[in-house]
């Protein structure tokens, strides 16, 4: 497989280190010779500097041999244009980022008459991860697979005697859950039954949506849903407009922070049940004043992460109970857990998911990158004629980087062992170290072709 990326920022670069990982040819494209020379001491990818629209060059290139282009340029209309030319160039499929809210209700239109395949917008699928905790009954965060059938939670274990300090297999309560991964100092780890759990572990647990419920009541981790009724944005960016739109049909309050006077009036004009508060929102007599201390939830949501993790900080100090955080340093999800923040955000590695999804294709249904990349969850579904098909998993020889967390056979939901018979059709959730991926593709391809490739 053969993918382009034109516009190396943040995106493109996490998808291109993602992409490699999978021995797909990987070409970049950008028109500032600085970020490729920079990229170049990284990345084993060939680079090309050049502008993405010029159709002397995607011809120069032979566009038409390769089966994916992506544009991930900080224009809209710039990457509706490369992925339109490439299209008619003979590219097979093109991927763009558009992000401009008043795009988004033209989408449709806009992938017909320009002949893009696939439109990611990372701001809207934040606010939808944003918008999705908010109006969950939990203090942890959770992602849904299979249909919303299977939940996957992560949670530190510091100060819970029912688990540090113990081997997983010493757990009680634990039947129809599994402990997929382990989150400890800054590495995944995929343990096995004997594991010791240590204090601070993150501990990401995989079961029935049910189960998981269970385990969030017996060890408190539940909050009423019902409460989130008032919710303070900081940063009146495109993630606080979404969010804004989405949390309309809950009746929940939203007020919204943002400094610049323009940006504030096309809040006000759009979001007209939003209180907009122009202010800097770094001035904790300006939060208290807009009563900070009576909020449900607080998401720092502005463009400079430094901001976002000290303002939610400043928002538990005040007594708020579900407190977010917008990053862009992978670096800094590794602090999180110390600050008492409970969820981090990173729209890049949710748009990369998205992107991956769609490149990966055939049956591949979802996929999460844990850990600024160092983990995938994914969500395939089973073909007839691959290797993990029609044999118990203890004979299947998977790496130790590759656990199959749950199974939904017919409907119901399944934690595997040893013994279990994966069979045609069945949904497999995933936990897989991004070094493993491509060992993973040889046993879940068909026996004709890769199902990734």
Do not use: W
Request: hydrophobic share 40%; aromatic share 6%; proline share 3%.
């Amino acid at each position: 497989m053969k993918v382009l990326i034109v516009g190396i920022g943040k995106l493109g670069y996490r998808l291109a280190e993602s992409l490699i990982n999978e021995d797909i040819d990987v070409t970049l494209m950008d028109q500032n010779p600085k970020v490729l020379e920079r990229i170049n001491n990284y990345l084993d990818v060939l680079t090309i500097t050049a502008n993405g629209i010029e159709i002397e060059v995607l011809k120069e290139l032979n566009i038409k041999s390769y089966d994916f282009l992506v544009a991930t340029t900080y224009s809209d209309e710039t990457n509706a244009m490369i992925c339109s030319i490439a299209k008619k160039l003979g590219c097979k499929k093109t991927i763009a980022r558009i992000r401009n809210p008043e795009y988004t209700k033209q989408i449709d239109f806009i992938k017909q008459e320009m002949g893009i395949d696939h439109i990611i917008n990372p701001e809207l699928a934040t606010s939808n991860e944003i918008a999705r905790y908010l109006l969950k009954s939990y203090n942890f965060y959770s992602e849904d697979f299979a249909k919303g059938k299977v939940s996957i939670l992560d949670f530190n274990i510091k100060n819970l005697p029912a688990f540090v300090g113990k081997k997983i297999v010493e757990l009680d309560d634990m039947e129809d859950l599994l402990i997929a991964a382990i989150t400890r100092n800054d590495e995944i780890l995929i343990p096995h039954g004997y594991t010791e759990l240590l204090e601070n572990d993150i501990i990401h647990v995989i079961g029935s949506a049910e189960n998981v419920n269970r385990l969030g009541e017996k060890f408190n981790l539940h909050t009423d849903k019902s409460k989130i009724k008032k919710v303070m944005i900081l940063g009146g960016g495109n993630i606080a407009y979404y969010l804004a739109q989405k949390l309309r049909s809950s009746n929940t309050r939203v007020s919204i922070i943002e400094q610049d006077r323009d940006r504030c009036r096309y809040l006000s004009e759009r979001l007209p049940e939003a209180l907009i508060i122009r202010g800097d929102g770094t001035d904790i007599n300006l939060l208290e004043e807009e009563g900070l201390e009576t909020m449900d939830a607080f998401i720092g949501a502005t463009g400079f992460d430094e901001q976002n993790l000290l303002m939610t900080v400043v928002a538990i100090q005040a007594g708020v109970h579900k407190t977010i955080a917008k990053i862009s340093r992978p670096n800094y999800i590794k602090i999180i857990d110390n600050l008492g923040i409970d969820v981090a955000l990173n729209p890049t590695n949710i748009a990369t998911s998205s992107i991956l999804k769609f490149i990966r294709g055939g049956k591949v249904v979802s996929v999460s990158l844990l850990l600024g990349g160092q983990a995938e969850v994914i969500e395939v579904i089973a073909i007839k004629g691959s290797r993990i098909v029609g044999k118990p998993i203890a004979q299947l020889g998977l790496p130790k980087g590759i656990i199959i967390g749950a199974i939904v056979h017919e409907g119901k939901v399944i934690i595997p062992n040893g013994n279990t018979v994966i069979e045609p059709d069945d949904r497999l959730i995933i936990f897989c170290l991004s070094s493993n991926v491509p060992d993973l593709d040889m046993f879940i391809k068909p026996a004709k072709g890769g199902l990734f490739r």
